[in-house]
């Protein structure tokens, strides 16, 4: 009797400790893909950015060149295509991903931003659209505040990249 209930004891004993180590194995997979999905989106997020603030330092170099007595529309216009290549071709990859990586709200920010940037894309080719290499540049600030508004909506973006990466 005595070898039969120490038997049942042992393989009470050992079910419960099998469930406990794969309870703990689940947690430990959830932990781990939760920690591969945020690093996911960590990249998605930073590459991003990283495109958008490279966007944003090419239209303030067309911006400053604009504001600068005699400016050079042919070297501007140059540089706006760079500007154009960069809007469509990284930054719209990089948008792609956050879209794929979400959640929505970081989705629809990123589209925020790049419209932003796009229609301060659009203000330069309209400053500059039919000028003669000396004709003065006229609207600047229009370029200006798309800018500023770019750069709202950057530090929007980031902010809640990262309240996203940290829960």
Known sequence: MAAVMGAAVGVVGTTLAAAVAGI???????????????????????????????LRK?????????????????????????????????LADAQATVEIEGPEKLARMAEELSR?????????????????STSP??????????????SSKRAQFVDHARRTIDV
């Open 58 to 90: 090419v239209l303030k170099e067309i911006n400053s060149g604009l504001i600068t007595p005699g400016a050079d529309l042919g070297t501007i216009r140059e540089t706006l295509g760079v500007a154009r290549g960069l809007l469509h071709g990284s």
């Open 137 to 150: 540049i006229t609207e600047p600030q229009s370029v200006r505040r798309f800018l500023d508004h770019a």
């Open 24 to 54: 703990s194995a689940q947690r430990q997979v959830r932990a781990e893909h939760r920690h591969w999905r945020r690093q996911l989106r960590r990249d998605a997020y930073s590459a991003f950015t990283a495109r958008a603030d490279e």
């Open 116 to 132: 932003s940037l796009s229609a301060c894309v659009a203000a330069v080719s309209a400053a500059t659209l039919g000028r003669g």
